[in-house]
T-cell receptor
């Protein structure tokens, strides 16, 4: 039972354009959502998060949008840079403190 | 370096052997988590500690797995009688309770290969 789903295993975007990574969840008890970025041979690195009481959170080039009614969130990266090429994981938590991760989306930003 | 550290980074073992991994969290963090990641999947929760108390264990954590955090600082994860299905990346993360939101900071992981 995959409670957090990232249906696009990969995404390719030209440098300078917008990257949009999507995530869907099924558990309405989730109240906090996070995006992590992972390079090969490294652990996931925290990127940005959003509480369920908000619908948008922005940090520099990164913006996360939350649509609770659709149980959907997205990460926007503008403008995309080659250094953004990595695997991006969406994660969610309820009041149990553990994170439930999606399967990841591999983003490639090309010149 | 004040991040989460894990040792060893890589471990190759034969089926049936025991292995032990170590995690050192960020020093002021009182919560410590273990996750497992297999190819093509996201990290899956195994267990977590608040200080030295183990508060939750996943159903993924069979009887062959045991985790400890004896003094509320570093933690060890032991796998007894390893099986080929145990091959995975084992990730450790830490966080600080009482902060509004549970942002967990991950170490580089220990990659286990069971032959």
């Amino acid at each position: 039972d995959q409670q957090v789903k990232q249906n696009s295993p990969s995404l390719s975007v030209q440098e300078g354009r917008i990257s949009i990574l999507n995530c869907d969840y099924t558990n309405s008890m989730f109240d906090y959502f996070l995006w992590y970025k992972k390079y090969p041979a490294e652990g996931p690195t925290f990127l940005i998060s959003i509480s369920s009481i908000k619908d948008k959170n922005e940090d520099g080039r990164f913006t996360v949008f939350l649509n609770k009614s659709a149980k959907h969130l997205s990460l926007h990266i503008v403008p995309s840079q080659p250094g953004d090429s990595a695997v991006y994981f969406c994660a969610a938590s309820d009041n149990t403190d553990k994170l439930i991760f999606g399967t990841g989306t591999r983003l490639q930003v090309f010149p | 370096d004040t991040g989460v550290s894990q040792d060893p980074r890589h471990k190759i073992t034969k089926r049936g052997q025991n292995v032990t991994f170590r995690c050192d969290p960020i020093s002021e963090h009182n919560r410590l988590y273990w996750y497992r990641q297999t190819l093509g999947q996201g990290p899956e929760f195994l267990t977590y500690f608040q200080n030295e108390a183990q508060l939750e264990k996943s159903r993924l954590l069979s009887d062959r797995f045991s985790a400890e955090r004896p003094k509320g600082s570093f933690s060890t994860l032991e796998i007894q009688r390893t099986e080929q299905g145990d091959s995975a990346m084992y990730l450790c993360a830490s966080s600080l309770s009482g902060v509004s939101y549970n942002e967990q900071f991950f170490g580089p992981g220990t990659r286990l290969t069971v032959l």
